[in-house]
C-alpha cells in the first residue's frame, strides 16, 4: 500500500492508499479539508475534534441526498473488506491518538 502525505487545516498526515486510489484519495482530502476550514473559519467552534465531527456529519448529510448504489453483491466481498480493513485502521489511528484529527 502506497503512502501519501496530506494537509487538513494545515496539519499535515500520512495516510495510506491503495494504488491507483491517489486522485480519489486527493478528493476525499480536499473535500474534507475545505468543510473544516468552513466550520472553523466561521468562529465559533475552535477545538479540532469537534469541527471533525460537524464536518464529518455535513458531509455525510450531503452523501444522503445522492442517489443510492446498488447494494453489494453477495458473491463480491472485496469491497466489505475493504471497508472492514479501513474502519480497523481508523479505528487503530483513533485509539492511539485519542483524537478524531
Known amino acids: 500500500m502506497k503512502q501519501i502525505e496530506v ?3 494545515g496539519q499535515g498526515y500520512v495516510l495510506g ?11 476525499a482530502v480536499g473535500k474534507v479539508d475545505q ?3 468552513k466550520i472553523r473559519d466561521a468562529g465559533k467552534i475552535k477545538a479540532r475534534d469537534r469541527i471533525a465531527v460537524l464536518a464529518a456529519l455535513n458531509l455525510a448529510f450531503d452523501l444522503t441526498d445522492r442517489p443510492a448504489t446498488p447494494p453489494l453483491r453477495a458473491d463480491d466481498g472485496s469491497h466489505s473488506t475493504d471497508l472492514h480493513n479501513l474502519l480497523q485502521r481508523m479505528d487503530a489511528v483513533l485509539a ?3 483524537q478524531l484529527i
Not at 17 to 27: A, D, H, K, N, Y
Open 17 to 27: 492508499c491503495p494504488e491507483g486510489g491517489e486522485t480519489r484519495l486527493s478528493e
Open 35 to 37: 468543510a473544516m476550514c
Open 7 to 9: 494537509q487538513i487545516m
Open 96 to 98: 492511539h491518538d485519542n
